[in-house]
């Protein structure tokens, strides 16, 4: 785990590094079920159980994550090297520029 900027989020997250992914990844896949029934739980105001995904990521982080969709774009390798400029992450490992502060790579 690495807590780096995440350009959707716009914060400091932590990002799971292959390791923690692969046990976070089957739980996504296998919560759509129990997505449904976290979503239709906090539409009618009740207190809800978090979906096994984001237990799990806040178990490997400490950070709490109410949405699993957000878990799954936390994952280091899917970001960049950082900015020469500004620190930040590059958008992708392939990414020519900052989306950040635009600086080339």
Known sequence: MK???C???QMDIPMLDEEEFA???PLYMASAKHLLAFKAAKK???VAVLPPVCEEYERLT???ETNPNAV???RLSLYGPPCTKCGKPLRTPQARHCAACGTPR
């Open 3 to 5: 807590v780096l900027w």
């Open 72 to 74: 799954m774009h936390h």
């Open 44 to 46: 009618r105001g009740e």
């Open 23 to 25: 046990r976070v990844a």
């Open 7 to 9: 350009w959707r989020c």
């Open 62 to 64: 400490g950070f709490r």
